[in-house]
């Protein structure tokens, strides 16, 4: 069973910086797209960020693009978000999610099956 669990949350001002992780369970990496997904208040949820462990491929929405950093260690089976240079427009839910390569196609914009409970970010101004 895939299981994922996030945290790093917190409050932070305008500038600042968080590191989220995501402990990943239960699948191997490399069968795997992992991604960072975020929900604001009255918002649609939106994709943040995807990495594929097996080639280091990433990608990111052009909202975070040159702030944010996604990243992996096998070794620990975890995930990490690195968001620098905060926005108050980053405030969210941020969510980690799994899904099979081969059911991924753009991975921001594809369906994940598999997620963690979230972890709030928020940013003050």
């Known amino acids: 069973e895939v299981q994922l669990v996030e945290s790093g949350g917190g409050l932070v001002q305008a500038g600042g910086s968080l590191r989220l992780s995501c402990a990943a369970s239960?699948?191997?990496?490399?069968?795997?797209?992992i991604g960072w997904f975020r929900q604001a208040p009255g918002k649609e949820r939106e994709g943040v960020s995807c990495?594929?462990?097996?080639?280091?491929?990433?990608d990111y929405a052009d909202s975070v693009k040159g702030r944010f950093t996604i990243s992996m260690d096998n070794t620990k089976n975890t995930v990490y978000l690195q968001m620098n240079s905060l926005k108050p427009e980053d405030t969210a839910v941020y969510y980690c999610a799994a899904e099979l390569i081969l059911r991924v196609g753009v991975c921001l914009q594809s369906v994940f099956n598999s997620w963690g409970q979230g972890t709030q970010v928020t940013v003050s101004s």
């Open positions: 239960g699948f191997t990496f490399d069968d795997y797209v």
């Open positions: 990495m594929r462990s097996i080639d280091g491929y990433t």
